[in-house]
């Protein structure tokens, strides 16, 4: 099974991997940075091992949004995406991201190949013209047919979507959906992780429409090449992407030919079906070979759920990078990531992971080792002794086992196992010095030798565990490589060096520096700078939580003014399965939906719950309750066995402000 889904490239040993091409609307925020660190994990990691690396992200700069914006701003689109673009170059920059190439769908090269592209389709009859009537939602650039909408709403984001009525192209996906079908399930490792593969079968096997893939309402996309009033579809213009930045179908066209269908697509898991059903059928109408594999990421949520600018809860990764180092950043994010599934951001547990597992686990590991090979062997790393215990047994073999588990979960895009294996071999190493006690060993002379093969072993697994930390925490080595002595030895460096335990010379003087990682005190939200940028962009403060002197069971009116209540209109109702408490109840506030499981089966029936406007606190930290994750709790008045929801006094909107 883990062959099934596994990767892929062995043979040639040619790795090309894909970031989503991401909407220069608006700066990019904290969840953005995670498939782009993914990739760049990945790329890294593979150029280690020996393979031909490619790694393409960009920007995806058409579509009525993006010109919606311009439009706001009183500025040429161009202009416009410009600026934002340069934010999304120098983001990369500071987290250490080393792509090959950033491709733009304004830019020449790319334009040609989706005109042709969509010439060919047209040509061979596959794309048609016809009469679209339908809804849009702008903010995700997606058509939906009215059975698809959700209260009238867009089923994947919520917001209003808007009544089109007008000429387009139209792009046969019907025809080809029992071809993909087939594919699909002839190719299992094609989509990761298997359950999102399951939702696409089901998706398929739910019916395809033909998809409309021009525009004439607005015009900054790319003109159909033979139908100047009509603007490609920006789904079928950014999906190009992957294979116009390879030059396809061009003079030169050697990068796809090198590269090509090797790909590697990281997407969110918003975004599976963009690049598992339209971009897998436009390559097949095409008669190009469909990319290797595509895997679909869970979510960062924050506090209160997505982040959002109307929550005024988006993170600024560069805020972050400044405060914390791009190595700390790119470690959370792939550490946090539970595989395939949401995982959750907050500034507490950032800090959290960064004392304990880099501070604590790693970086006292190093300063440790040199503060003893200073102490007991006069800052030269000793030669081991030629007895080996079986703790020392015990530590290489783990030290053996674990380039095989790395590997073996970074092709399975299991980025947080990969890195639990590495902090085993971490974590051993400590122990070890916990169980050889060189403090004691150095009291006696006969000791020396066992001593000696403590502290070469300690310094021998540093090296190792920093060498397979490389491809997720890349200023991490030069840092340690300092420490060791070793940073002239780029041999040391490597992989490779791996295997057979000992690549570190004996005889090398070490230079203890810095801290690896300094401890940093949390004081919480209250005290430390919050990192969410506003409405408008701009870093907040929060306020110091003002503790009064009213006496313990008081609270000020700020600390209140913490607890965020909202109107919310109950859509749905269920029971959770084997929980006779818990309903899980679907709610709307305003544009958003959440989930919330609320302990009150036993005082209401699921029923009775839909259309009542409750009062949720909806900055609660999610958590998960039977599987579910629940994003806030609805207020309810207790008296002894009674329970009764609280609701308003009169009709107000949901999402309304209580306070
Ligand atoms: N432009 C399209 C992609 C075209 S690819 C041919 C797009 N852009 S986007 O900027 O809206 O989103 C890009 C990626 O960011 C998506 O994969 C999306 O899932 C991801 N994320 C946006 N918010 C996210 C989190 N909070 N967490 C993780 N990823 C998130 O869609």
Known sequence: MILERGPVLLENKVFYVTTPIYYPSDKLHIGHALTTTMADTLARYKKMRGYDVYFLTGSDEHGQKIQRK???????????????????????????????DFIRTTEGRHKRVVQELFRRIYEQGDIYKSEYEGWYCTPCETFWTERQLVEGNCPDCGRPVELLREESYFFRLS??????????????????PPSRRNEMINFIKG???????????????????????????????????????????????SLFRRYWPGA???????????????????????????????????????????????????????????RYGSDAIRYFLLREMPYGNDGYYSEEALVNRINTDLANDFGNLLSRTTAMIEKFAGGYIPAPGSEESPLDRELKSLAARVPEEVDRALNNFEFAKALSSIWELINRANKYIEETAPWSLARRSENRERLNTVLYNLAEAIRQATVMCTPFMPGVPRRVWQQLGIAEKAELHAWDSLAPWGGIPAGIK???????????????????????????????????????????????IEEFGRIKLRVAQVLAAERVPKADKLLKLEVKLGDERRTVVAGIAKYYRPEDLVGKKVILVANLKPAKLRGIVSEGMVLAAVDGDNLALLTTDAEITDGAVVR
């Open 70 to 100: 311009a439009q706001e701003a009183g500025v040429e689109p161009l202009t416009y995406v410009d600026r934002i673009v340069a934010s999304f170059q120098e983001l990369w920059r500071r987290l250490d991201i080393q792509y090959n």
């Open 175 to 192: 025809k080809y959906a029992d071809r993909l079908l087939e594919y699909i399930e002839e190719h299992p490792e094609f989509i990761q």
């Open 207 to 253: 019916g395809l429409e033909d998809l409309c893939v021009s525009r004439t309402t607005f015009d900054w996309g790319i003109p159909v090449p033979f139908d100047s009033r009509h603007v490609i579809y920006v789904w079928f213009d950014a999906l190009t992407n992957y294979i116009s930045a390879l030059g396809y179908g061009t003079e030169d066209d």
């Open 264 to 322: 590697v697509h990281l997407v969110g898991k918003d975004i599976v079906r963009f690049h598992t059903i339209i971009w897998p059928i436009i390559l097949m109408a095409a008669g190009i070979e469909l990319p290797r594999q595509v895997f679909g990421h869970g979510w960062l949520l924050v506090e209160g759920g997505k982040m959002s600018k109307s929550k005024g809860n988006v993170v600024d990764p560069m805020i972050l990078i400044e």
């Open 510 to 556: 070490i230079a203890r520096g810095e801290p690896l990682f300094p401890r940093l005190e949390w004081q919480g939200e209250g005290a430390a700078p919050a990192v969410v940028c506003t409405k408008n962009g701009e870093s907040d403060r929060a306020e110091s939580s003002a503790a009064g002197k009213e006496g313990e069971e008081l609270i000020s």
